[in-house]
Structure formats: C-alpha cells, structure tokens
T-cell receptor, first 110, second 113 residues
Framework: GEDVEQSLFLSVREGDSSVINCTYTDSSSTYLYWYKQEPGAGLQLLTY?????DMKQDQRLTVLLNKKDKHLSLRIADTQTGDSAIYFCAEKRGNNDMRFGAGTRLTVKP | DARVTQTPRHKVTEMGQEVTMRCQPI?????VFWYRQTMMQGLELLAYFRNRAPLDDSGMPKDRFSAEMPDATLATLKIQPSEPRDSAVYFCASGLAGGHEQYFGPGTRLTVT
C-alpha cells in the first residue's frame, strides 16, 4: 500500500516490555525512523536505522528491521510511566521523501 | 536555540470563517511540511515544500485548503471556509533535503464550532 502502517493504540504495564510495530512501503527506503511525541508537544526524533542494518540498540530501546517484509519494530525494555507517548514510524524513501505512520499511542499503566 | 515556530498556538472559530496558520521554519532549512493530527486519523501529511516550491499537496482538500511559502522564512496554511471536521492540531516541520530529521513546531490547535 501507499501508507506507513501502525496500530493506533498499545497498552502495557509498568516494567513490561513494549513492542511497537510498523510496516513501511518502499523497498528502496534508505533510513527508517522512530519519533516520539509527548503530550502537548511536537514530534522529536528518537532513533533511526540504516536500511542495511537489521538491529540497533540504544539503552532501553531496540530497533529491529526486516527488510524483506518491510517491517520495523521498536522495543522498549522496562517500560516506565514516563514512556507514555505517541510513537511514530517514518521511512525515507528512495526519492528522499519522508513518510510518517499515523502514530501508536502507548499507555503505560502503573 | 533554533526552533520552528507556529502561530497562533490555539484558535477557536466558527464554521464558515477563514483560518490562517503561520509557520517560521528553522533558518537555512529548505523543506517545510504541514501535518494534521487527530485522535481518530493520527498524523496526516497535508503538503510539503522544497525550496519554497510545493512538491506534494495531495493530502490536502483542495477546495478549502491552500498552502503557500511567500518567502523562505514564512509558510502559511489557510482554510476557507472552515468546517467542524477541520478541528485538529496542525503541525509544521522543517528540515534539510537529504537530512535525517524533521524538526516539528509546537502545533496550532484549531477548534471549529
């Protein structure tokens, strides 16, 4: 399809791992991104991965990329209430255009 | 500290009225994006510009929305006439063509009654 797709909602308990999934559209996309939006604010870049990598780890965050299936995931270990936010997947397409998913609203319950 | 600025931050208007939202991109950035965010639809791309030229406005309802960049320091998004279904948060973002990051403004929260 034309759109970057994500589930709109995810709810987890504090201390559990969160996994947010995304499917993107362009097999020639060069970079894939995760952005975070906290309440009342704009989006901010969280992390990104080059398309020839299959994993990137940064402290509690793990990004997995399955290029064959055009599937990207973001795992947050030991999820905290402060991680409650909306998480956006984005791809940089072969023509340098960037496209965002609609966002996944993560709710962390104490 | 370079930031994207948007005005107004909040706007309440009655249906049928014209609404103009403004964005000042980060100095030196040559791409500007307009997005709309609602609870039900999430984030939607409305339009984007590169070097002030519109590259894609396919996400924008053409009959009532228009986006322009009168100069490199100002982008505008206009709705005329506004309708209640236009109520949303409108974000502007800027970046460098080929760069990794889009820098988002704080958004304009529009309520049309």
């Amino acid at each position: 399809g034309e759109d970057v797709e994500q589930s709109l909602f995810l709810s987890v308990r504090e201390g559990d791992s969160s996994v947010i999934n995304c499917t993107y559209t362009d097999s020639s996309s060069t970079y894939l991104y995760w952005y975070k939006q906290e309440p009342g604010a704009g989006l901010q870049l969280l992390t990104y991965i080059f398309s020839n990598m299959d994993m990137k780890q940064d402290q509690r965050l793990t990004v997995l990329l399955n290029k064959k299936d055009k599937h990207l995931s973001l795992r947050i270990a030991d999820t905290q209430t402060g991680d409650s936010a909306i998480y956006f997947c984005a791809e940089k397409r072969g023509n340098n255009d960037m496209r965002f998913g609609a966002g996944t609203r993560l709710t962390v319950k104490p | 500290d370079a930031r994207v600025t948007q005005t107004p931050r909040h706007k309440v208007t009655e249906m049928g009225q014209e609404v103009t939202m403004r964005c000042q991109p980060i100095l030196g950035h040559n791409t500007v994006f307009w997005y709309r965010q609602t609870m039900m639809q999430g984030l939607e791309l409305l339009a984007y510009f590169r070097n002030r030229a519109p590259l894609d406005d396919s996400g924008m309802p053409k009959d009532r929305f228009s986006a322009e960049m009168p100069d490199a320091t100002l982008a505008t998004l206009k709705i005329q006439p506004s309708e209640p279904r236009d109520s949303a948060v409108y974000f502007c973002a800027s970046g460098l063509a080929g760069g990794h990051e889009q820098y988002f403004g704080p958004g304009t929260r529009l309520t049309v009654t």
